[in-house]
């Protein structure tokens, strides 16, 4: 089979006006960004806020194998195939990070037949949203430092200052690091996350205008001062500056498929640190313009998929329709403690349904109807795949197998037709906690029916952020966990479905801007690191302009 850069050359693409035509996007609201990717003007939501929603579809996982079981190239493949059966299909994913493409995973811009393009180009600056969500997380950075020298902040507590520095790139490097060195007075420990855990990034992905945008950057906490009052960026008079960074970033971005159905392509946070959705205003522009809507959740169910529901349709008034459980032989295999998940290996990969069930247990907590899509690869063998099949229709559970990656749209006819009887079904969806909970309940029921956990276990130094956090008015957010997606507990060891463990919260962050409290569980980092051989060492670009290596 062609690898994904020679399909991606070959494919004819279509100049994005004649994309976007169809879906009645007036010329005035289109901002193009060369031939093949756009703008689509956010005011012009507010302009169609009278038309239906069309159904929304969230694909999510299994936990996944650390090189990911191609939820993207199920996403747009999945919406190749809907649109082959006669429907107005729209998709949402989000940008793929600079740190995953140059590191183990690759650019995130699907496979084979189901890829958005140009993928080169959306997989590195694209239209300069990460760039400006970096810029802007950092211009308040450099505002707090800068105030610092000038002792503009003389009441600030430099030993409470909860804002850090942002990089795209994975660098192990920058996570501790110190800044304002050769002055008593300045100098301070800092530290770097990558810019797809920004706050910055999480805010522009719930915004639904640019004011609320400028408004969620002007609440986000940056430190306390000494008598403990919480210091945000519109005390520190840096919300208009950063907004004035992101004015263009609010607008969706939109591309195309292999096939040529419309792809917004918007924002990038992390599932297992974030958010791990593409924004909102995307996916609320795609409601509108089109009837069907598969749009991706990061990670696994207990990411984000549990974010996209009790975060994104929370702050958005969005419902879903139907979820798709993405699963390979692979993770399977991987989760049913196989020696080499890449070799076939039937009996682990019976083992690996333990997992599955777990997510698929998880999705009837939001009262979603799901259907698992095992996404089959070319070497998948045909009798462990045919084994694992039947199993899972022998727990009860819809299950479908599509080959979208080989044969686009056409390899997932089958569990398009069947998630069109699922979104005509009746919804029943719920959120998990009520927003009046306690910061501690959300937390337990999270960790209890999602997890599968006994319990919560809170540091003394959580139970302190916690306090600071409730004394500033804050403490009645939702919940953003940050954990391992390698395993359904916070530790990336316990493969499978794990049982008889406990949920650590080591310490307590405020995302006040975008709207959620962050708990950090495990050893969860907010800056990764390359790999002994990262992808980048094989990255090269030829005298044409080609990336090759990818």
């Known amino acids: 089979?062609?690898?994904?850069?020679?399909?991606?050359?070959?494919?004819?693409?279509?100049?994005?006006?004649?994309?976007?035509?169809?879906?009645?996007?007036?010329?005035?609201?289109?901002?193009?960004?060369?031939?093949?990717?756009?703008?689509?003007d956010a005011s012009f939501l507010a302009e169609i806020k009278g038309r239906p929603d069309g159904r929304l579809i969230v694909v999510t996982a299994m936990s996944p194998t650390p090189e990911g079981e191609g939820k993207t190239t199920l996403t747009i493949g999945l919406a190749q195939s809907l649109r082959l059966l006669g429907k107005k299909t729209v998709a949402a994913i989000r940008q793929p990070s600079l740190g995953p493409f140059f590191g183990t995973k690759g650019g995130a811009t699907g496979g084979g037949f189901s890829q958005v393009h140009p993928a080169d180009d959306i997989a590195l600056h694209f239209t300069g949203d990460d760039h400006a969500v970096a810029t802007g997380h950092n211009l308040i950075s450099s505002l707090i430092d800068n105030h610092i020298y000038h002792a503009k902040l003389p009441g600030l507590d430099?030993?409470?200052?909860?804002?850090?520095?942002?990089?795209?790139?994975?660098?192990?490097?920058?996570?501790?690091?110190?800044?304002?060195?050769?002055?008593?007075?300045?100098?301070?420990?800092?530290?770097?996350?990558?810019?797809?855990?920004?706050?910055?990034?999480?805010?522009?992905?719930?915004?639904?205008?640019?004011?609320?945008?400028?408004?969620?950057?002007?609440?986000?906490?940056?430190?306390?001062?000494?008598?403990?009052?919480?210091?945000?960026?519109?005390?520190?008079?840096?919300?208009?500056?950063?907004?004035?960074?992101?004015?263009?970033?609010?607008?969706?971005?939109?591309?195309?498929?292999?096939?040529?159905?419309?792809?917004?392509?918007?924002?990038?946070?992390?599932?297992?640190?974030?958010?791990g959705c593409s924004s909102l205003m995307a996916t609320k522009l795609a409601m509108k313009l089109g009837d069907y809507v598969v749009t991706e959740a990061g990670f696994a169910t207990d990411l984000g998929a549990e974010k996209f529901f009790d975060l994104k349709c929370r702050a958005g008034g969005i419902r879903p329709s139907a979820a798709v459980i993405v699963a390979t032989l692979r993770s399977l295999r991987y989760h049913g403690g196989a020696k080499d998940y890449h070799l076939p290996d039937m009996e682990a990969a019976i083992r690996g349904l333990d997992n599955l069930d777990k997510h698929v247990e998880n999705m009837a907590e939001f009262k979603v109807g799901a259907l698992v899509v095992i996404n089959r690869y070319a070497d998948d063998p045909a009798g462990e795949l045919e084994a694992v099949k039947k199993s899972i229709e022998g727990r009860g559970v819809a299950v479908c197998v599509a080959t979208v990656r080989q044969d686009g749209g056409a390899g997932g006819l089958e569990a398009a037709r069947s998630l069109i009887k699922l979104c005509e079904a009746e919804n029943s969806f719920r959120f998990l906690y009520e927003r009046d909970a306690t910061f501690e309940s959300k937390v337990m029921t999270i960790a209890q029916r999602i997890y599968g956990a006994d319990g919560v276990v809170f540091t003394d130094r959580a139970r302190r952020d916690l306090a600071s956090l409730e004394s500033a008015g804050l403490g009645g957010l939702p919940v953003c966990m940050a954990k391992t997606h390698r395993s359904l507990s916070d530790d990336s060891k316990l493969i499978g479905r794990p049982r008889n463990f406990n949920i650590t919260v080591n310490a307590i962050g405020a995302a006040a801007g975008a709207g959620f409290l962050v708990a950090y569980c495990g050893s969860i980092l907010l800056m990764p690191g390359l790999s002994a051989d990262p992808r980048a060492s094989h990255i090269d670009v030829d005298i044409n302009g080609h990336i090759t290596g990818v």
Not at 6 to 11: G, K, P, Q, S, T
Not at 16 to 22: F, L, R, S, W
Not at 212 to 227: E, N, P, S, V, Y
Request: proline share 5%.
């Open 1 to 40: 089979m062609e690898t994904d850069t020679e399909i991606a050359r070959r494919i004819r693409l279509k100049p994005i006006g004649e994309i976007v035509e169809p879906l009645g996007v007036p010329e005035a609201h289109l901002i193009p960004y060369g031939r093949y990717a756009a703008k689509i």
């Open 158 to 275: 430099q030993g409470r200052i909860a804002w850090g520095r942002a990089s795209a790139l994975n660098d192990r490097a920058l996570r501790d690091v110190r800044v304002g060195l050769g002055r008593e007075d300045t100098e301070r420990p800092d530290r770097f996350q990558i810019s797809a855990s920004s706050e910055v990034m999480s805010a522009l992905c719930l915004a639904t205008s640019l004011e609320d945008l400028r408004g969620r950057i002007g609440r986000m906490l940056l430190a306390f001062t000494r008598d403990g009052t919480a210091f945000t960026a519109e005390d520190l008079k840096a919300a208009g500056s950063a907004t004035a960074l992101l004015r263009y970033a609010i607008h969706p971005n939109i591309v195309q498929s292999t096939e040529g159905v419309p792809v917004f392509v918007h924002g990038g946070p992390f599932g297992n640190v974030s958010i």
